[in-house]
């Protein structure tokens, strides 16, 4: 059998939840700051918590948890300088 290489420029295959944790904190970051602090709290928790969630991956549950939150451009462009970051 050949070798494969995978290469994960989006952070779809990774190993690790730095991605969906950079996501989290773009989106963190553009919540109204009186409401950072809760959402914050409540993402924290889905993190800790141990593959029991209703959500199919980390992004839906960020989207699904502070999505509300924020005005609906605002997670493409979180999703988007998460990436970024990651790059560097």
């Given amino acids: 059998m050949l070798p494969v290489l995978v290469l994960d420029f989006d952070g779809t295959v990774c190993l690790g939840d730095a991605p969906v944790r950079a996501y989290a904190e773009e989106v963190l970051s553009r919540v109204r700051p009186d409401r950072a602090g809760e959402l914050s709290e409540v993402l924290r928790r889905w993190f800790d918590a141990d593959g029991d969630t ?11 948890i502070a999505g509300p939150h924020v005005a609906p451009d605002v997670l493409q462009r979180a999703y988007q300088a998460s990436r970024g970051r990651l790059a560097w």
């Fill in 54 to 64: 209703p959500y199919a991956d980390g992004y839906a549950a960020v989207a699904d």
